[in-house]
């Protein structure tokens, strides 16, 4: 089984900044994508930001030049950095990754969600 747990969220002014952390356990093969994505009240949940093994990142054009995303592929690891807070970015946030697990019968490919934390960002 393959768990994400996330950190770091909570209640900022705009224009400040906080740091997402999300740390992949279980029984992992390899992590191909890890990625965030966020869900505003009433609305959706939309991509924010995704990153490949190979540090290959993608943004939404929302955030672009405000975020950044990292990973630790060692320690199986996704961050997101948050600078230049919108009230609009207000949203719980939430990881994902694309995992080979190990299972009793070989691997299987899965994609897991966190359980998701809360970013406020107040005007």
């Known amino acids: 089984q393959v768990q994400l747990v996330e950190s770091g969220g909570g209640l900022v002014q705009a224009g400040g900044s906080l740091r997402l952390s999300c740390a992949a356990s279980?029984?992992?093969?390899?992590?191909?994508?890890m990625g965030w994505s966020r869900q505003a009240p009433g609305k959706q949940r939309e991509l924010v930001a995704t990153i490949e093994s190979g540090v290959s990142a993608n943004y939404a054009d929302a955030v672009k030049g405000r975020f950044t995303i990292s990973r630790d592929n060692d320690k199986n690891t996704v961050a997101l950095q948050m600078n230049s807070l919108k009230p609009e970015d207000t949203a719980v946030y939430y990881c994902?990754?694309?995992?080979?697990?190990?299972?009793?019968?070989?691997?299987?490919?899965?994609?897991?969600w966190g359980q998701g934390t809360l970013v406020t960002v107040s005007s």
């Open positions: 279980g029984s992992i093969a390899s992590i191909s994508a």
């Open positions: 994902n990754a694309k995992v080979v697990a190990i299972t009793s019968r070989g691997y299987s490919y899965l994609e897991v």
